[in-house]
């Protein structure tokens, strides 16, 4: 017995050791970018705030519940063998009264809070400097539209810190969920509706995004990634986004425009002055907006990050890359490949 003991032992330790590095390993962004505990603006800080405040309820609660449990099994109850008759009480007013209006209480200190929390953090008005942006969910990748600025971008949407963003999501396709745990939480996207998160980011970085609703073979492969400005730099980002690709003067990016308009690319990707689609195109597939391709981080989704290789690999296979993707296959080998990623990555 003594050695089964001594085994049940550190098994356990065991278990608890691993439990605990489980815990810590949880607490760092590094490697869990999607972390919904960190809060970097208005609206993620009160959805956190909520989820604690409800979390002590339910913990109390929980310790209630416990300590009756455990009253009524090492106090309350009787033994095999004790003296006394049973009651023949069959009701008792008072305590079926109790547990009638303790739970409705608890389910009135949950919902106060909550429906305070959706009514201040998502206001019918918005104060006159909100910056609309429109997010366009697409299988399976996110094209991001400034109505007010006439910029177009994809897979990144850059927003100032300290300015409300007012987000208007649809669908092109199927439904998708708009989720950036840490800057406006999640909103599922809805083709024929259109849903609505207001955040104000406070904390310039580089913050992570997921469609977090099935929507086909690559549901996984739909990220996005969400850049907190300085006003200062996105002003810059702005005026930007608004020039024209830089034309290329000649060697291989020179030769890559060429194969760009020579291949089927433009009939659905845009690039401004390059080739886009007229204001009577309303059917088909549309790709994403290529003016600036270069200058963005990464590409395919967000899921690759994006240097000539990876651009490379793209073209050659997308569909190894991102299984069940609507761009073709080109037949692009050797130079003809390099010249179009050079000329890819020269439209900064």
């Known amino acids: 017995m003594m050695p089964r003991a001594a085994d049940f032992k550190r098994a356990t330790r065991a278990a608890a050791m691993a439990m605990i590095t489980a815990m810590l390993a ?36 929980l310790l209630v519940v416990i300590g009756a449990m455990i009253g009524a099994i090492f106090i309350y109850s009787s ?10 009480t069959h009701s008792d007013v008072t305590l079926e009264m109790l547990w009638t209006v303790i739970p409705a209480i608890i389910l009135i200190a949950i919902t106060v ?7 201040r953090t998502q206001p019918d008005q918005w104060p006159a400097d909100t910056l609309r942006v429109r997010v366009i969910a697409h299988q399976w990748w996110w094209e991001f539209r400034y109505p007010t600025l006439g910029v177009v971008t994809a897979d990144e949407v850059h927003i100032p810190a300290g300015q409300p963003i007012h987000f208007e999501m649809v669908s092109e396709d199927v439904i998708h969920s708009f989720f950036m745990p840490s800057i406006g939480g999640k909103r599922d996207v809805v083709p024929g509706q259109e849903n609505q998160i207001t955040t104000t980011a406070d904390t310039p970085g580089k913050y992570y995004g ?79 907006d290529l003016t600036h391709f270069g200058s963005r981080t990464t590409l395919a989704g967000s899921i ?33 490949l390099s010249d179009l990623v050079a000329y890819l990555e020269s439209l900064k």
């Open 113 to 119: 809070p909550t429906v305070h929390t959706i009514i």
């Open 79 to 88: 033994r095999e063998g004790d003296p006394g008759e049973p009651s023949a």
């Open 26 to 61: 949880g607490c760092t962004e590094t490697h869990f970018p999607l972390d919904t505990l960190s809060p970097k603006s208005d609206l993620t800080r009160a959805i956190l705030d909520l989820f604690k405040e409800i979390t002590i309820l339910d913990s109390i609660v």
């Open 210 to 288: 997921q469609c977090t609703e099935f929507c086909g073979a690559s549901h996984a492969n739909m990220r996005f990634r969400v850049f907190v400005d300085t006003p200062e730099a996105f002003k810059q980002w702005t005026a930007h986004q608004l020039e024209g690709p830089l034309k290329p003067a000649g060697g291989s990016a020179a030769a890559g425009a060429k194969i760009w308009a020579d291949a089927p690319c433009a009939i659905c990707h845009t690039i401004k002055g390059v080739s886009g689609f007229s204001k009577d195109y309303t059917f088909g597939f549309r790709g994403p």
């Open 304 to 336: 690759m990050d994006n240097t000539p290789a990876n651009v490379a690999l793209w073209i050659t296979n997308p569909d190894a890359v991102k299984p069940g993707a609507n761009m073709p296959t080109l037949g692009l080998r050797g130079q003809q």
